[in-house]
């Protein structure tokens, strides 16, 4: 039996945006991951900008690490962050995919609840690491997420930041 990915939401922009970007998916984009961008507190778990699945997901495609980062070198991402100033060119969205040889990811990117870009990116191997750019801007200050998509629309991971003046 196919699994059923949970409602998605949409913030009172999100819809236009989607709409504006030729989004194909969903008629509606899921909500940001809530809560302070800052370091968790012991014992709490919180979406961060950068980590590390270690669960096994059997042979279903999924995000093993993943990062925002100011650059990307020799297919790894250097210095993650998880705030970004806008007055920087860009960020990367970096992940390693396992299991999903063939298939292709989109990386979505949202930025203060609007959807923002989209990059479809193509899984090379069984383990195989790609990465999406996003231009900043200076309307995008404030809290922003990019999330990565399976080929069915399911959302893998979320990744939250935020982008400051």
């Known amino acids: 039996m196919p699994e059923e990915s949970p409602e998605p939401q949409t913030s009172q922009h999100g819809q236009e945006g989607l709409q504006r970007s030729g989004f194909e998916g969903p008629k509606e984009f899921p909500k940001a991951p809530t809560g302070n961008l800052s370091r968790p507190s012991r014992g709490e778990r919180r979406p961060t900008a950068f980590g590390e699945n270690s669960l096994d997901q059997g042979n279903r495609i999924s995000v093993q690490q993943w ?71 200076s309307d995008m200050i404030g ?14 991971q979320a990744i939250p930041f935020e982008i400051t003046p």
């Open 67 to 137: 990062g925002i980062a100011l650059v990307v070198e020799n297919r790894e991402p250097k210095e993650l962050v998880d705030r970004v100033s806008v007055g920087l060119q860009g960020v990367y969205c970096w992940a390693r995919i396992i299991n999903g040889q063939g298939q292709r990811i989109t990386v979505r990117w949202v930025s203060k609840g609007r959807f923002v870009s989209k990059t479809e990116l193509p899984v090379g191997s069984e383990d195989w690491c790609t990465w999406a750019h996003l231009v900043l801007r």
């Open 143 to 156: 809290p922003a997420w990019a999330g990565i998509f399976d080929e069915k629309g399911k959302l893998l």
